[in-house]
């Protein structure tokens, strides 16, 4: 982070932008399917379709935004390299496009990203630091090493071109669907949805968000509500990708979320794991806990007002321990 100290401008991520991180990032990220749920659609009396963004070379959506960020790094910055802390996604993400356009990455964990994303990132070859308990002190590490190394310091999801990067996944929805009228999108720092929403907005106006967290420690819901950054507690969570609190010194994400996203929808830990089930026995998709938050929204009776007629759900990746969900599978016979 070069000038931590200046304002962001949300301004700056705006519908050309996204339009332009998707012709940069061709050659590193899939267009994923947008699959008919026929489950879902006959449950909720909607038109339901899962976009697959589990299908990308590193299992999530994040390699969207570390690809458009890297690329567009000035050659003196890349032959540097970049730093980040991550829940694990976004890490792997940028050891994936690293290794691809040789750029150094050094990625900083906090102890509780799970052992499956920590071999994901080492195995592509990024240094991993395991630096601490939480995700406070794990960015801080990064943070002084950016300083220190003279890295580029790539946010997970504070960072124009990584929100830019992430709204290529509404671009696709919106051809791939032109009648979709409800997206619904985990958020975590609110990078996603806020690409999201900025890129779909331009071209459907009459679009709508719907937000889903964990309900253990949701910080951006408990910062709307509170319409200002307030600290969460990094409760462990089956939705892992979605874990962290917000940074008080954000400069876009949370901006974003303020002016596009009405509400963020909760939903807890039993939930999270029937819609892992779900999504095993149903769709026949292997999905990890922050991703199964929307099914899991879907699968309540109570969101069902909040949607259209054609709902698309983002399905964000599928890093989860393999062990972990079969027994998650079989403690949920029937979801
Ligand atoms: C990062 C991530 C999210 C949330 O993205 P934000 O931009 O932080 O809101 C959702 N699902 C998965 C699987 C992720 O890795």
Redesign the pocket.
Known sequence: MSHPQTPGNPEAITPERVREARERIRGLVCCTPLKPSFTLSRRLGREVRLKLETMQATG?F?LRGAANAVLSLPEEARRRGVVTMS????GRALAYVGGKTGVPVVVYLSEQVPAVKVDGIRSLGAEVVVAGPDQDEAGAAALARAERDGLTFVS??DHPDVIAG?GTVALEILEQWPEVDTLVV????????GGIAVAARALRPEIRFVGVSQALGPAVHDSLKAGRIVPVEETPSLAD??QGAMPPDNRY?FALCQRYLDEVVLVDEEAIARAMAYAFRRERLVV?G??ATTLAALLDPAVAHRLGANVAAVI??DNVDLGRLLEIVAQHPEP
């Open positions: 999530a994040k829940s694990g996604n976004h997970a999801f992430q985990p958020v975590s720092g609110g990078g996603l949805i990708a979605l994400s990890e922050g991703a964000t990746g």
